[in-house]
């Protein structure tokens, strides 16, 4: 192989692109194999195609007169000159000049045209001063990278994304559940196969049922691989509108979409966000923090890199009232994802009784349908604390309440004008769960807030206005006449979708809100002047 002291495969494989030549390698390999193949297989295939051509670059090496290139160097119109850094490319000098540079000694300006790709580049030479004339130790055992496994084992996930970026804009080879495969050698399926599928979902209540089972029922040509039948099936079906790919990675499932819930198809309007530009600049570290805990799907953190076992969160109202859950960034790593596919069903058990029953992950929008009849069985009110578990099956998700001794308690409860303002006031309620004392609201008649809310002009009302609105309704409740952010921001998406961050800027940008310590402010009406 080539000498480390001119080449690193560290930087080979971090800078890799996937070019025309590896795109028909890979579309090769798969007419070769004739069955549809993973990205990962695709990915280790092409990691071996390069690891044997640097090999044969390395021998031709030995038996061409080429000069390394290091900028400090010096280089003669003809010279052929090898670059480690850009993969071992060979190119020949076809111009020198002096370099221009006030803020640097004498030096020398190379034109090279590379062999491989006709293109020409300037690069420094005669130049004492350049980090390429003492490379820096690599920080891997490059002896490791010399196998594919090791290529794999260190740089796997960042090469697999290469070949996914190449392969989505080649237009002759489509993917299904993160399989590859030509399109023009897909096996024919005509409509009469379609038509069939659908009655046989139809039959199982919309499904989910995987392509097997749909195979069952469709005559298919004889002599084709059982691999390659299912992926043209499972091609056709996702181009057709009737059907819905809903499995999670690595596995497929066919529902029909006119039998899902409205609400997976759709966001349901109590979950649609008011867009807002927010500075989150003046947002301070305690407010970050608490955006942090509150797990809102729209606030933009990244998900963590691995699933926590369980994951305690207080229930928004929006997501109480449809009967979702938020794929917050503590969240989202602990559901089904897929390849693909917008919408996911999979199971979610209830840790009490142990009961199973569909639940569906609409990742675009980021919530998790499928709890509004859990909700109403154990009397979760909006603020009850709901602990998310991971179960041994990936493809099942433990939902479990806190402390389900029922109570009577004084909390913050919707009330409804006779004009349909929506406000708040402290009532006694019956609750079925433990909750977090600054998210709860009690809600006496839901429907007739919703009714409320579809005709009010309170969720067109701008958001500082809304803002101003619910924090003196709720400043009312305490003696000190002193509110919560997290009581603030919990108010009021009763009224209208607001990420946390929208309603923290408000807090700390508006003059005629007053900081009085551990996270809660005061009104200062003498500031506020209404528009």
Not at 167 to 189: C, H, M, N, T
Request: glycine residues 6%; charged residues 25%.
């Amino acid at each position: 192989m080539i000498p480390v002291s001119t080449f690193s495969y560290e930087a080979y494989w971090t800078d890799l692109d996937i070019s025309a030549e590896d795109l028909d390698f890979i579309y090769n390999l798969l007419l070769e194999r004739e069955v549809p193949l993973t990205t990962e297989e695709m990915s280790s295939a092409l990691v071996e195609y390069r690891l044997e051509r640097l090999e044969r670059e390395a021998q031709e090496a030995v038996e061409v007169d080429y000069t390394v290139y290091l900028p400090i160097s010096t280089y003669e119109v003809g010279q052929r000159v090898l670059f480690p850094a850009l993969g071992n490319l060979v190119g020949s000098v076809v111009g020198v000049r002096d370099g221009e540079n006030p803020e640097i000694s004498s030096f020398d300006v190379i034109k090279v045209k590379f062999e491989e790709t006709g293109v020409q580049k300037e690069f420094a030479a005669r130049l004492e001063d350049h980090i390429l004339n003492n490379p820096p130790e690599p920080e891997v055992d490059e002896n490791e990278l010399n196998s594919v496994d090791g290529v794999m084992g260190m740089y796997g996930r960042l090469i697999e994304e290469r070949v996914i970026q190449r392969l989505e804009s080649a237009e002759d080879i489509v993917r299904i559940a993160g399989s590859w495969f030509p399109k023009a050698l897909l096996a024919d399926i005509h409509e009469g196969h379609l038509n069939l599928a659908e009655a046989v979902l139809d039959v199982a209540s919309g499904g989910p049922l995987p392509t097997s089972n749909l195979l069952e029922h469709i005559e298919m040509p004889s002599g084709i691989d059982p691999l390659l039948m299912a992926f043209s099936l499972d091609y056709a079906l996702q181009e057709d509108d009737r059907f819905d790919e809903v499995g999670p990675a690595g596995e497929v499932l066919w529902y029909l979409k006119r039998l899902e819930p409205p609400e997976v198809l759709l966001p349901p309007p109590r979950l649609e966000p008011v867009t807002t530009n927010v500075n989150r600049t003046v947002l301070t570290e305690d407010l970050i923090a608490l955006e942090r805990s509150l797990d809102d799907e729209l606030s933009p953190l990244e998900p963590l890199d691995e699933a926590l076992d369980d994951v305690t969160i207080s229930l928004l109202f929006p997501h109480w009232r449809v009967g979702a859950l938020p794929l917050s960034h503590r969240l989202k790593p602990m559901f089904p994802t897929a390849y693909e596919a917008p919408r996911i069903r999979f199971i979610l058990i209830d840790g009490h009784s142990g009961e199973e029953f569909p639940g569906w992950v609409v990742r675009q929008a980021g919530y998790v349908m499928g709890l509004e009849e859990w909700y109403k069985r154990y009397d979760v009110p909006t603020g009850g604390l709901v602990r998310i578990r991971r179960s041994d099956d990936p493809g099942k998700v433990i939902v479990e309440t806190i402390d389900r001794s029922r109570r009577n308690d004084w909390i913050r409860t919707v009330t409804i004008s006779e004009e349909g303002v929506v406000g708040f006031t402290m009532l006694k309620q019956s609750i079925g769960t433990a909750y977090d004392d600054r998210m709860v609201v009690g809600l006496i008649d839901p429907v007739t807030l919703d009714e409320a809310w579809l005709r009010g002009k309170q969720r067109e009302m701008s958001v500082d206005r809304i803002v101003a609105q619910v924090f003196r309704e709720l400043a009312k409740l305490t003696p000190q006449s002193a509110v919560h952010a997290q009581s603030l921001y919990s108010g009021l998406n009763v009224i209208q979708r607001l990420p946390p961050a929208t309603v923290f800027a408000e807090l700390v940008t508006q003059p005629y809100y007053v900081h009085v310590g551990d996270l809660y402010w005061r009104f200062e009406p003498s500031a506020w002047s209404p528009t």
